[in-house]
């Protein structure tokens, strides 16, 4: 496996991602963000952080294989979310525990930035990831 991930003694351990990815892999994939769009261009879960959050993942899921890779060899996450407050942590969660129950996915090292806005109106989260395949 190209990508070891941990939690090391002395800092944060987060239940949903890790703060460290080692990968040993020779091929990088970079995915574009991704938002809640389905396969028809249609805005997924409108008004609906967790449903949102959900989707993106999926389509990150997508491209991912495109590329020959999975969440296994994901190194980094970087999750933009509108307006974002401390108060929306549980809708977002649910939404990455929701897929991650349904791809079965591991989670990797992530970011979350707050944005007052994204290119449309109605997209509340876009994700955008890095993996490395051996």
């Keep these: 496996m190209p990508v070891t991930l941990l939690n090391p003694d002395g800092i944060m351990k987060p239940d949903v991602y890790r703060q460290v990815a080692i990968a040993t892999g020779t091929r990088q994939v970079h995915i574009a963000g991704q938002v809640a769009y389905d396969a028809?261009?249609?805005l997924?879960?409108?008004g609906d952080l967790a449903g949102q959050v959900a989707q993106a993942y999926?389509?990150?899921?997508i491209a991912l294989a495109a590329a020959g890779a999975t969440f296994d060899d994901v190194v980094r996450l970087t999750f933009y979310v509108v307006d974002w407050k401390r108060e929306s942590m549980p809708d977002f969660l649910?939404?990455?525990e929701q897929v991650a129950r349904e791809l079965r996915i591991s989670p990797a090292p992530a970011s979350l930035i707050g944005v007052s806005v994204l290119y449309e109106p109605g997209v509340l989260v876009e994700i955008e990831a890095t993996a490395v395949v051996g």
Excluded: H, S, T
């Design 94 to 96: 649910a939404g990455i």
């Design 44 to 46: 997924v879960a409108r």
């Design 58 to 61: 999926r389509n990150v899921a």
């Design 40 to 42: 028809e261009g249609q």
